[in-house]
């Protein structure tokens, strides 16, 4: 097996393997000894359902929690530097986007290491797929700020934007407040302005529906508050 750092996708939800992810990533995963996780725990999970003989004691775990340091990923990738394979695993979707991931791989290209992304589900590219937007230029903004005076203010810049540059915005909420970030849209957005939102993607809960501004408010939002959403605007 090729000595590289594999950026293995996992499942978002408890989505069954199968219906997500090919087999080839199987195959990768039994051959790695050596991961970079987001979350150990969530990885060790992940590992036994992608097969139940996995030994996961004789693996060793490297973790990208929020106190890790650039030197601590630097650290990480001695097994790789070594010959050996290692892998990178996110809590959900792919690593390395809108993830600590990011920074890992970023050393080992500037280390001139192989990097190999494998295929798997990645909600934002799902998401855009499915709204009906723009799908050849948009932004992924990640959380919006706490602040209701601040968030307000960047819902506008990204409306802005979509008009400006017809490009689709992305972002996310922390699921117990996407229904008042979805009030918010209703009060802040442009009545002709579109919006999208894509929850639990690839789950038994998916919810994918695009309607205008003015639209949504004749609706009823299901309960989306322990479901991951993501929310696009678009003209």
Same mark, same amino acid.
């Given at each position: 097996?090729?000595? @590289?750092?594999?950026?293995?996708?996992?499942?978002?939800?408890?989505?069954?393997?199968?219906?997500? /992810?090919?087999?080839?990533?199987?195959?990768?995963?039994?051959?790695?000894?050596?991961?970079?996780?987001?979350?150990?725990?969530?990885?060790?999970?992940?590992?036994?359902?992608?097969?139940? &003989?996995?030994?996961?004691?004789?693996?060793?775990?490297?973790?990208?929690?929020?106190?890790?340091? $650039?030197?601590?990923?630097?650290?990480?990738? !001695?097994?790789?530097? %070594?010959?050996?394979?290692?892998?990178?695993?996110?809590?959900?979707?792919?690593?390395?986007?809108?993830?600590?991931?990011?920074?890992?791989? $970023?050393?080992?290209?500037?280390?001139?290491?192989?990097?190999?992304?494998?295929?798997?589900?990645?909600?934002?590219?799902?998401?855009?797929?499915?709204?009906?937007?723009?799908?050849?230029?948009?932004?992924?903004?990640?959380?919006?700020?706490?602040? $209701?005076?601040?968030?307000?203010?960047?819902? %506008?810049?990204?409306? !802005?934007?979509?008009?400006?540059?017809? !490009? &689709?915005? /992305?972002?996310?909420?922390?699921?117990?407040?996407?229904?008042? /970030?979805?009030?918010?849209?209703?009060?802040?957005?442009?009545?002709?302005?579109?919006?999208?939102?894509? @929850?639990?993607?690839?789950?038994?809960?998916?919810?994918?529906?695009?309607?205008?501004?003015?639209?949504?408010?004749? %609706?009823?939002?299901?309960?989306?508050? %322990?479901?991951?959403?993501?929310?696009?605007?678009?003209?």
């Amino acid at each position: 097996m090729e000595a @590289a750092l594999y950026l293995i996708p996992v499942t978002l939800g408890d989505t069954p393997l199968s219906k997500v /992810l090919p087999q080839d990533n199987s195959d990768v995963i039994r051959g790695i000894k050596y991961f970079i996780v987001e979350d150990i725990r969530s990885a060790r999970r992940f590992l036994k359902k992608v097969d139940k &003989t996995i030994n996961i004691d004789e693996l060793t775990f490297y973790p990208m929690g929020k106190h890790a340091s $650039a030197n601590d990923f630097a650290s990480y990738l !001695q097994p790789l530097e %070594k010959g050996e394979p290692m892998g990178v695993i996110s809590e959900a979707g792919c690593p390395a986007v809108a993830d600590p991931g990011a920074d890992v791989v $970023a050393i080992a290209q500037r280390k001139g290491l192989r990097v190999i992304p494998l295929v798997g589900p990645s909600s934002m590219i799902l998401a855009v797929m499915a709204s009906g937007f723009n799908g050849q230029s948009f932004a992924f903004n990640g959380y919006l700020p706490i602040d $209701a005076s601040d968030r307000a203010k960047k819902i %506008k810049m990204l409306e !802005q934007r979509v008009y400006a540059e017809h !490009q &689709t915005q /992305l972002f996310i909420e922390t699921p117990y407040r996407n229904a008042k /970030l979805f009030d918010e849209l209703l009060h802040i957005c442009r009545p002709q302005t579109k919006l999208c939102i894509a @929850a639990g993607i690839t789950c038994e809960e998916e919810y994918i529906r695009t309607y205008t501004i003015q639209d949504w408010k004749k %609706k009823k939002l299901p309960d989306l508050s %322990k479901i991951p959403a993501i929310f696009l605007i678009y003209k």
